[in-house]
């Protein structure tokens, strides 16, 4: 049996973009790996990664080169993208039960949910509005391996 954990993508972004807490983030993968645990996603997460990268180049944090190549970085990670059946109805519902505004991070609960596994996210504000809820979610900022 497969053992899951979702990571979101302002978590993955963090292995190619240098950022304050990216050492924190290769911590975690390594964690992860060392594991056994296999990365999963939904299917939206290469075009949530592929925009924010673009938004970086198009304002000059990186260049496009810079982008593409991170780009293709987190695409050749072992990440595995999937759905079920009625993700996007569940993920609405868990929009709504949060009051989230999107429901884009709610795809992640709603898989994590689904799989019975832990969801990790740098969203600050995405952990704050479902942790005490849902006791799987957890923030890259309380990782210490």
């Known amino acids: 049996m497969t053992s899951w954990v979702c990571l979101d993508?302002?978590?993955v972004l963090k292995l190619v973009l240098p950022e304050g807490d990216s050492q924190q983030v290769k911590a975690l993968w390594q964690f992860i790996i060392v594991a056994g645990q296999r990365p999963v996603a939904?299917?939206?997460f290469p075009f949530e990664v592929t925009s924010t990268l673009r938004k970086r180049a198009y304002r000059?944090?990186?260049s496009d080169a810079y982008s593409l190549s991170a780009l293709r970085q987190i695409l050749s990670l072992e990440i595995k993208f999937t759905t079920f059946n009625n993700i996007n109805e569940q993920a609405w519902r868990i929009a709504t039960r949060f009051n989230r505004p999107a429901?884009?991070?709610a795809h992640y609960l709603a898989l994590a949910e689904h799989l019975g596994?832990?969801?990790w996210t740098?969203?600050?504000r995405l952990y704050n509005a479902a942790h005490e809820k849902l006791p799987w979610v957890r923030w890259l900022?309380?990782?210490s391996d």
């Open 9 to 11: 993508s302002s978590v």
């Open 42 to 44: 939904p299917l939206l």
């Open 60 to 62: 000059g944090d990186i």
């Open 103 to 105: 429901a884009y991070d």
């Open 117 to 119: 596994c832990e969801f």
């Open 122 to 124: 740098a969203d600050k």
């Open 141 to 143: 900022g309380s990782f």
